[in-house]
C-alpha cells in the first residue's frame, strides 16, 4: 500500500493501518514539481506541491473563489492615482522551523522586498541563481509596471507603479507573488548555496516540506505555529504517479485520497467504488493548437485560417473528453466576464479549408509538426489523442502531420525557446481576471519570455489589452477585451479547441475539499472523517 510505502520511507512509525489513514491525506498528483519556488515556474504541478502548501502572499483568494481577502497584509491602501499601493502587513506570522533552517524573527517586510526585487531586478544576487526564469512575472509586464519597493517601516511596504493597474491586487494573489523568508535566504548566500532556496523551501504556509523523493513522494507536516491556526490534517503526502489509471486504481482501493486530473472515463465509472465521489465545475481554461508565426506557414493569415475550418472540434470533444468539455472560440472561457459570445466561430468545413490553402499558394499542401505533452492536464485529458484527431482532419485537406511527444518540463521549455512548429497548449487562469489570459498568451511581451506560444505580436491588440488594464471602470475594461476578441479572431494565431470541466475524485472521508476556478488543489482547511473506516 502506498500509506505504509511513502511514509516508512520517510521516518515515520505506525503500527495499524487505521492509524496511518487517520493522520495522513494522501494525494495521488499526476508529476514532479520543476522546483519549489513557485517564481520560477507556470505549471500548475509546481504551484500545487510549493505555493498551495508551503508559502502565503499578500493577499489571497477567498477558498474556492476569485474574490481577494487579506493574506499577510491584513490591510492596503491605493492612492487616488491608481499608482500607490500601501500594505499594512500582519505582524507575528512565524516562518517555518525545518531541519535545515530556524528562523530568528517573524515575517517582515524585508521579506516582501526580497521576494519581489529578486524577481525584478537583474542585479539583484538571486536573480540568476536557479536555472530557470521568471516567466510569469515578466510576462505579466511587471518589470515595468512596478517601479520601486519602498520599506516604510518593519511592517509596511509600498510598491510605486509606473500605470494604473486594475488587475493588479489579484496579481499578487496568484502563485508567483508568494513570500520567501529573505534571512534563509541572506544564510543560504553567505554559506555559498543559494540554489537551496528554491529546493529546500521555507515559508509561512500551512505546511512544511519533511521530505521529497523525485518522481515517487512529497512529505508535508501542518505548521504548528501557522498564523491562521494549526491544519486539521496533520500529514500530507503527495504520490507522484504520472499513469491517470494507476491514480484511479489506488483512489478506488483507499490508497489515495483525491485524485489529480481523472480521465472521462474514471469520470463515469467513479459511482461503482466505495471510495470514489466526483466533484465537478466550471473551469477557467482554454486548450489549443498554437501555430508559431516566426515559420513557415503560419505566417499567412489564409493557412490559419484554413487549419481553423479543418479541425473538427465536436468530434475532439467527444472522443477526447467524452462530453466534459465545450468547444472554444475565444482566447478566455465563458465563465469569465468581458466574454464575447457574438463572435461567430469558423466553422467546420475542409472544403473552405482547401480552397484557403489553395489561394495561399499551397494547393499540394504542406508538411508540418504537432509538438504534445506527455503529461495528462486538467484542460486536456489526452494530448496524444487530440494530435491523432487533428492529424486525420488535416490529412483530408492535403496537410500531412507528424505528431513529436515530450516530457512536460521538456515541452514547455522548448516551446518557450521558440522551437516548435506547432504545439498543444492550453492554459488555467490564476485570478479570474481576463489580462491572466491576454496578457502572457498574446501580447507582445509574451512573445519574449515565450509564454506567447504563436509568437503573434499586434501592436493594436497589445495597446487595447494595456488600455484595459489601466481603466478602473468595468464597463471600460469590458469594451477593450472585447475589441481584443475580435482582432484576436481575425488573425488567428491559434486553433482554439475547448474549454474543459474541472473535476477532482476524491475519498469520501476527505472533507471540506473545493475545487478552485483557477485549478490546481488546496488542502488548507482539509481535513478527515476518521470514522469513516470504522463504519
Known amino acids: 500500500m502506498i500509506y505504509f510505502t511513502v511514509l516508512l520511507a520517510s521516518g515515520c512509525q505506525y503500527q495499524k493501518k487505521t492509524d496511518v489513514k487517520e493522520n495522513v491525506l494522501v494525494y495521488c498528483s499526476e508529476g514532479s514539481p520543476q522546483t519549489f519556488n ?6 500548475g504541478t509546481t504551484f500545487d506541491a510549493s505555493s498551495r502548501t508551503l508559502y502565503n502572499r499578500l493577499v489571497e483568494f477567498r477558498q474556492g473563489t476569485t474574490y481577494i481577502e487579506p493574506g499577510l497584509a491584513e490591510s492596503w491602501q491605493i492612492s487616488s492615482d491608481g499608482r500607490e499601493y500601501t500594505f499594512n502587513l500582519r505582524k507575528g506570522v512565524k516562518l517555518h522551523q525545518t531541519e535545515y533552517f530556524v528562523p530568528s524573527r517573524d515575517f517582515n517586510a524585508d521579506d516582501v522586498i526580497f521576494s519581489f526585487e529578486r524577481q525584478r531586478d537583474k542585479t539583484h544576487p538571486f536573480h540568476k541563481v536557479s536555472n530557470l526564469s521568471y516567466n510569469y512575472f515578466e510576462s505579466m509586464e511587471l518589470t515595468s509596471l512596478i517601479q520601486k519597493i519602498e520599506k516604510i517601516s518593519e511592517y509596511q511596504v509600498k510598491f510605486y507603479l509606473s500605470r494604473a493597474e486594475s488587475p493588479f491586487l489579484a496579481t499578487l494573489a496568484m502563485d508567483f507573488a508568494s513570500i520567501l523568508s529573505e534571512e534563509y535566504a541572506a ?4 554559506e555559498g548555496a543559494p540554489e537551496q532556496l528554491d529546493l529546500k523551501p521555507v515559508g509561512t504556509g500551512p505546511f512544511k516540506l519533511v521530505r521529497y523523493q523525485p518522481d515517487a513522494y512529497i512529505r508535508y507536516r501542518a505548521h504548528s505555529d501557522y498564523w491562521r491556526g494549526k491544519e486539521k490534517l496533520e500529514n500530507l503526502v503527495f504520490a507522484i504517479t504520472p499513469d491517470p489509471s494507476l491514480r484511479f486504481a489506488r483512489l478506488v482501493a483507499g490508497e489515495c485520497d483525491v485524485m489529480a486530473n481523472p480521465l472521462p472515463v474514471h469520470i463515469s465509472s467513479a459511482h461503482n467504488f466505495k471510495y470514489a465521489k466526483v466533484l465537478s465545475s466550471a473551469g477557467l481554461n482554454v486548450s489549443y493548437l498554437a501555430m508559431n508565426m516566426l515559420k513557415t506557414p503560419f505566417n499567412s493569415l489564409k493557412v490559419r485560417l484554413a487549419l481553423n475550418h479543418a479541425i473538427d472540434k465536436k468530434a475532439i470533444i467527444k472522443a477526447v473528453y467524452k462530453q466534459t468539455a465545450t468547444t472554444a472560440k475565444n482566447p478566455i472561457p465563458p465563465n469569465m466576464w468581458s466574454y464575447d459570445d457574438s463572435i461567430d466561430d469558423y466553422p467546420y ?3 473552405i479549408a482547401r480552397k484557403l490553402l489553395e489561394e ?8 508540418m509538426t504537432i509538438w504534445t505533452m506527455s503529461a495528462q492536464r486538467a484542460y486536456n485529458p489526452n494530448a496524444k489523442k487530440m494530435a491523432e484527431l487533428i492529424q486525420e482532419d488535416l490529412k483530408a485537406i492535403g496537410v500531412r502531420v507528424k505528431i513529436e511527444s515530450y516530457e512536460y518540463g521538456t515541452f514547455l521549455n522548448k516551446v518557450r525557446q521558440g522551437q516548435h512548429h506547432s504545439a498543444l497548449m492550453g492554459w488555467i487562469g490564476d485570478n479570474g481576471d481576463p489580462d491572466n489570459f491576454f496578457t502572457p498568451l498574446l ?5 519574449i519570455t515565450g509564454t506567447n506560444a504563436s509568437n503573434w505580436c499586434e501592436p493594436d491588440f497589445s495597446r487595447l489589452i494595456h488600455l484595459a488594464r489601466s481603466q478602473t471602470k468595468l464597463r471600460k475594461r469590458v469594451n477593450h477585451y472585447r475589441e481584443a476578441q475580435e482582432l484576436f479572431k481575425y488573425y488567428s494565431p491559434w486553433v482554439p479547441i475547448a474549454h474543459a470541466t474541472q473535476h477532482a475524485i476524491i475519498n469520501p472521508r476527505v472533507k471540506n475539499f473545493h475545487i478552485i476556478p483557477a485549478g490546481g488543489v488546496h488542502f488548507s482547511g482539509v481535513y478527515l472523517d476518521k470514522e469513516f473506516y470504522r463504519d
Do not use: I, N, R, V
Not at 360 to 367: S, T
Not at 443 to 447: D, K, L, R, V
Open 38 to 43: 513557485p517564481q520560477l515556474s507556470t505549471s
Open 187 to 190: 544564510e543560504l548566500l553567505s
Open 349 to 351: 468545413a475542409p472544403d
Open 360 to 367: 495561399a499558394g499551397f494547393e499540394d499542401g504542406f508538411d
Open 443 to 447: 501580447s507582445c511581451g509574451g512573445t
